[in-house]
Nanobody, 124 residues
Framework: QVQLVESGGGLVQAGGSLRLSCAATERIFSTHIMGWFRQAPGKEREFVASTRWIGSSTDYADSVKGRFTISRDYAKNTLYLQMNNLKPEDTAVYYC?????????????????WGQGTQVTVSS
């Protein structure tokens, strides 16, 4: 059973930066796609970014392209999301997730494992 634990959320002013971390408690195999999603109050959970655990392929939502960067540290078994130039509309609970096997990276339903989420609040 893969367990994912997010950290790094907090309160930041617009234009600021945060780095989210997602630590896996079990080895992530090469078949896993790792992703970040977010959910704002009253809204559906939405895709933010994804990366293959092995390889360099990444995908981003249009709303975060050029501002957010997804990366991973193999030695630490950890996924990151660097968020720069944050905007109030980025306020949400951010979740990391792992998809095993065939995945549509933007689809919530395709991910098998989820973390508990970390709150990001951006003030104007």
């Amino acid at each position: 059973q893969v367990q994912l634990v997010e950290s790094g959320g907090g309160l930041v002013q617009a234009g600021g930066s945060l780095r989210l971390s997602c630590a896996a408690t079990e080895r992530i195999f090469s078949t896993h796609i790792m992703g970040w999603f977010r959910q704002a109050p009253g809204k559906e959970r939405e895709f933010v970014a994804s990366t293959r655990w092995i390889g360099s392929s990444t995908d981003y939502a249009d709303s975060v392209k050029g501002r957010f960067t997804i990366s991973r540290d193999y030695a630490k078994n950890t996924l990151y999301l660097q968020m720069n130039n944050l905007k109030p509309e980025d306020t949400a609970v951010y979740y990391c997730a792992a998809c095993q096997g065939f995945c549509i990276v933007t689809s919530v339903a395709h991910y098998d494992y989820w973390g508990q989420g970390t709150q990001v609040t951006v003030s104007s």
